[in-house]
């Protein structure tokens, strides 16, 4: 088989995996804390019997953009945002600690503090759990305070705080199910100077303008690939031709 094929058939593999990174960006720019993916691919020779002339395209492991996105006013008193550098964290579905930016907060009906998705928010000792309140508030610090059933307005009772985390950047990595994990997979150490602002969520940090302009560049890029495929295919044809003849 002609190289140039193969050649042709990788660059097509990876243009339309790169079109299925920014689809995927462009269908969570609504999406509350959501990170944009990068994608990435580059160039390696191919060797073989004759000079390695020719490269053929390569998938690496893609980024994740960290840009922290606007925050938007909700009003609402459990939902919090991250001011700033930090992580609120979580306990993801297969137990392990994950990490967000943002989240939507509710109680369920057994008093666990969750995320808009149900995922257990983490406090100092584990998921949070709330007694039964009138009312709720959570600090800068991300102590949460409740006011009990029956009590006055000026009685508060802290409960618990949010556990909130600053690690290195270059050692966070997004999962498949889009949470953000420590690379080394140990809980990361709560951090007292990450602060949460109540009342707001951020908003994802996708740039529709820019996914948008980069799906049509891929996909010209895809049409191009595909000519090189069919063009090896009439040469493989005319070479066959001129066999036959001789």
Do not use: C
């Amino acid at each position: 088989m002609d190289k140039m094929l193969y050649v042709s058939m990788t660059g097509a593999h990876n243009n339309s995996l790169a079109q299925s990174a920014h689809a995927n960006n462009l269908a969570n720019i609504s999406t509350n804390g959501f990170r944009r993916d990068f994608e990435q691919a580059r160039s390696m020779q191919v060797f073989g019997d004759s000079f390695p002339a020719r490269v053929y395209a390569m998938t690496e492991r893609p980024g994740t953009d960290f840009t922290p996105g606007a925050l938007q006013e909700t009003g609402r008193d459990l939902d919090v945002a991250i001011g700033g550098r930090g992580w609120l964290a979580v306990q993801a579905a297969d137990g392990s600690e994950a990490y967000v930016r943002t989240a939507s907060l509710n109680i369920d009906a057994l008093g666990v503090l969750r995320t808009g998705n149900g995922l257990p928010v983490m406090g100092n000792g584990g998921p949070i759990a709330v007694p039964p309140e009138q009312k709720v508030e959570i600090g800068q610090d991300g102590t949460i305070s409740i006011r009990a059933l029956g009590e006055g307005p000026s009685v508060l009772a802290e409960v618990d705080r949010l556990k909130l985390v600053n690690p290195d950047l270059k050692q966070m990595e997004k999962g498949s199910d889009g949470l953000i994990r420590y690379k080394g997979g140990e809980p990361v150490q709560a951090d007292a100077s990450v602060q949460v602002t109540s009342g707001f969520l951020e908003s994802s940090n996708v740039n529709a303008v820019e996914e948008m302009t980069a799906i049509l560049s891929l996909s010209r890029q895809f049409e191009l690939q595909v000519k090189m495929m069919r063009t090896a295919e009439d040469n493989a044809a005319a070479v066959a031709r001129v066999l036959q003849i001789s």
